[in-house]
């Protein structure tokens, strides 16, 4: 056993994230770890990278284990090279026996420039100089918050077969299921800030975890059925009189308070919305280049009103210029975006600013 998280359990301000956890890791383990999104994934991977501490709870790991973590938007140090960065934590004799492995690993990941100041490079760069990094440093347990992000099929490809290979334990988050299918050997899954653990790949966890939720609803219909039983019986005017009477109606409101008889309210959103008018979006004839990388060329496009549209291609190929191009945030070097007079944008960066 590599790592150990006993009785877990953290809190931001009302919210409970974790709630009394706990995860054994042992060292042939590759854990996907699942769950929906605000529910404290990353902070875990934080308290079992010793970044973050619990409220309660503890962190052990075995004699001379060591950890390497991939966070979801790594931070760099100012006036660092690419090559600085990734052995920025290694020891000397670390740096010259991985260095010929750290470069082949940042040629798989599009990273040529090994002496390039990390702060100019993009978003998506810098996340595979970090993932160059925990991958050349040598550790019994890799923790990674995202791998997949910013990379290209081919780098994701390369990157599930080197995990395949890893000789340590790896607990990871990542929304692509393919990956996790290929990789991981257990699933751990965080809801409502309870911990439950499915030996198998993703595929398998959903099997299990289906069956999981049909138990759980076979239970929560035979206590529907007793709180309608017992709420008639209080209905028709129970009295505490006796031992039994008593204990019978404390136990309802324990059932009462385990079911939750409050209705939900329902969000109305009918005010927000807008009629959406026949003209959408049209692309007209546009082209952009950035010195003599042409980036797109008289390129047209209208966006239908029900368009779900997804643009794939290589790193660096202007993606998210495009996009950019659309949103209005960059100029195109001719043609001209067209946008309907009630179409309102949405536009979500790389970078998460709105």
């Known amino acids: 056993m590599i790592l150990t998280l006993e009785n877990i359990s953290k809190s931001f301000g009302e919210k409970t ?14 854990i996907g770890f699942v769950g929906v999104n605000g529910t404290g994934k990353s902070t875990l991977l934080k308290i079992a990278s010793l970044i973050e501490e619990p409220d309660s709870g503890n962190v052990v790991y075995s004699n001379g284990a060591r950890v390497c973590y991939l966070p979801q938007d790594p931070e760099f140090n100012k006036n660092t090279t690419v090559l600085e960065q990734v ?9 010259v026996l991985m260095e010929y492995e750290a470069k082949s690993i940042l040629n798989k990941l599009g990273i040529t420039e ?83 653990s499915y030996e198998g790949n993703y595929s398998k966890f959903l099997e299990l975890k289906a069956l999981r939720e049909e138990n759980d609803m076979s239970s929560e219909r035979k206590k529907q059925a007793l709180y309608k039983k ?23 409101e324990r059932l009462k308070e385990q079911i939750g008889t409050e209705s939900e309210e329902k969000l109305e959103l009918s005010s927000v919305s807008s009629r959406l008018g026949r003209k959408t979006i049209e692309i007209k004839n546009i ?47 001719s043609g001209y975006v067209d946008i309907g007079s009630t179409v309102k944008l949405g536009y979500f960066s790389q970078e998460a600013d709105v």
């Not at 974790?18 to 995860?23: E, I, K, Y």
């Not at 028709?236 to 031992?243: E, L």
Request: charged content about 30%; some cysteine.
């Open 17 to 30: 994230l974790l709630d009394n956890v706990t995860l054994y890791i042992n060292d042939n383990d590759k």
């Open 87 to 95: 052995f920025i934590n290694a020891s000397t004799e670390t740096k």
């Open 114 to 196: 090994f002496d390039k100041d990390v702060n100019i490079l993009s978003v998506g760069q810098r996340k595979r100089v970090a993932i160059a990094s925990v991958l050349v440093n040598p550790c019994e347990l890799l923790i990674l918050d995202e791998p997949t992000n910013h990379l290209d099929n081919g780098m994701i490809l390369w990157l599930e077969n080197y995990l395949k290979r890893y000789k340590g334990a790896i607990l990871m988050v990542t929304h692509d299921r393919y990956f996790l299918d290929r990789i991981s050997n257990r699933i751990v899954e965080l809801d409502k800030g309870s911990i439950y």
């Open 230 to 252: 017992e709420y008639a019986w209080i209905q028709r005017g129970a009295r505490a009189r006796g031992t039994k009477a008593k204990g019978r109606i404390q136990e309802f």
């Open 287 to 333: 082209s952009k280049s950035y010195d003599e990388k042409v980036i797109v060329e008289h390129f047209e496009y209208i966006v239908n009103r029900d368009a779900r549209i997804g643009i794939v291609g290589n790193n660096g190929a202007g993606k998210s210029t495009l996009l950019n191009i659309i949103a209005g945030r960059i100029r195109p070097d």
